[in-house]
């Protein structure tokens, strides 16, 4: 056997053995994918992050919410914060590295808006300052990372850890589970959708409260994974 197919079996053999593991994290894609949906479909917004190759996987991912995945749908407000090379090179050069991220989220985050950092190790400092400045603005944080337990998985209310040990096929399994989060999202986001319109109708129609309105939107026609999200309140955004 030539050192060439060598080196593909034995990448491919750490990939096909990480599958399995893979599949029983992964379940959790389904109820993010709901909930990112429901945020999104309202007016809320994504920040992704990432060092490296996961900069890489930020981007890919605000590009499949903004753009589409397969069919066309109305565009998502997702930002990697990789992207904006001016603030990067600025704060990284004005308040160190560490801060590249936290100050990102600061600008951009509110309330109710969802963070999700993207790391193989688990222990970049810049996304554990990411994380913390997402919890004092009030972001939900989940991340992406190799194993459990890391740092990262610890500072984020939740985490899909990838059970694999090379971080080359981390970093693929963090590619199949963005394009997975995405097919979730557009499974949910017609749905949440139809709910914002028969409310704007309603409200449209009848001289209703504001108040009125966002507890319509909260009742028990929203998905049952939402019970934990943001009151809405259709006209007025995410609260």
């Known amino acids: 056997m030539s050192d060439v197919t060598s080196l593909i079996d034995i990448h491919l053999a750490g990939l096909a053995e990480a599958l399995l593991p ?15 949906a429901w945020t999104l479909g309202h007016g809320g917004r994504l920040l992704i992050a990432g060092n490296g ?9 605000a590009a499949e919410l903004v753009g589409k995945l397969r069919d066309d749908r109305t565009p998502l407000s997702a930002i990697a914060l990789t992207a904006e090379t001016s603030s990067l090179t600025a704060i ?32 970049s400092g810049n996304l554990l300052a990411a994380a913390r400045a997402g919890r004092d603005v009030g972001l939900r944080c989940w991340a992406c990372t190799g194993p459990a337990p890391n740092p990262l998985a610890e500072a984020c209310a939740e985490v899909l850890a990838v059970p694999a040990a090379d971080p080359q096929v981390v970093q693929e399994l963090h590619l199949v589970t963005a394009h997975l989060l995405c097919g979730y999202v557009d499974q949910t986001l017609p749905g949440v959708l139809g709910l914002a319109g028969a409310v704007d109708a309603v409200a449209g129609a009848v001289d209703v409260p504001a108040g009125a309105v966002g507890a319509a939107a909260g009742a028990s026609t929203a998905p049952a ?15």
């Open 22 to 36: 893979y599949r029983q994290v992964a379940t959790r894609l389904g109820r993010w994918g709901a909930e990112l």
């Open 92 to 123: 990284s050069n004005d308040f160190g590295f560490e801060e590249v991220f936290a100050r990102q989220v600061r600008a951009h985050g509110r309330p109710g808006d969802i963070l999700l950092l993207l790391s193989t190790s688990g222990r």
């Open 225 to 239: 994974v939402t019970d934990s999200l943001p009151v809405v309140d259709v006209r007025g955004g995410v609260r």
């Open 53 to 61: 190759g996961s900069a890489a996987e930020a981007q890919h991912l």
